[in-house]
């Protein structure tokens, strides 16, 4: 019922920037709430950022000032930009969405950051 595409992931230096995309399209309906996730070899899925349809935020403490979470509610798409990439950084992005009682998922954009 409802589709997620991610984009905009890559191979980075330490200190760059990215910007992941995440289309939506399907049945959807407010309210609702997009989050960025990610997942390292061997660690578990963690939340990165979330933003919800009326457009409070929350982060990670470990991207807070670096990473910023936006949606564009007209193109049914939210944003990820990051800035000041670390290794750490490193990870499978994964966009998700909740609404209603259903949570959606994408398939992931790899990120990583490397010299």
């Known amino acids: 019922q409802v589709q997620l595409v991610e984009s905009g992931g890559g191979l980075v230096q330490p200190g760059g920037s990215l910007r992941l995309s995440c289309v939506v399209s399907?049945?959807?309906?407010?309210?609702?709430?997009m989050g960025w996730y990610r997942q390292a070899p061997g660690k578990q899925r963690e939340l990165v950022a979330a933003?919800?349809?009326?457009?409070?935020?929350n982060y990670t403490d470990s991207v807070k000032g670096r990473f910023t979470i936006s949606r564009d509610n007209a193109k049914n798409t939210v944003y990820l930009q990051m800035n000041g990439l670390k290794s750490e950084d490193t990870a499978v992005y994964y966009c998700?969405?909740?609404?209603?009682?259903?949570?959606?998922w994408g398939r992931g954009t790899q990120v990583t950051v490397s010299s």
């Open positions: 933003i919800t349809s009326n457009g409070p935020t």
């Open positions: 998700n969405r909740q609404q209603g009682a259903r949570i959606y």
């Open positions: 399907g049945i959807l309906y407010r309210p609702n709430t």
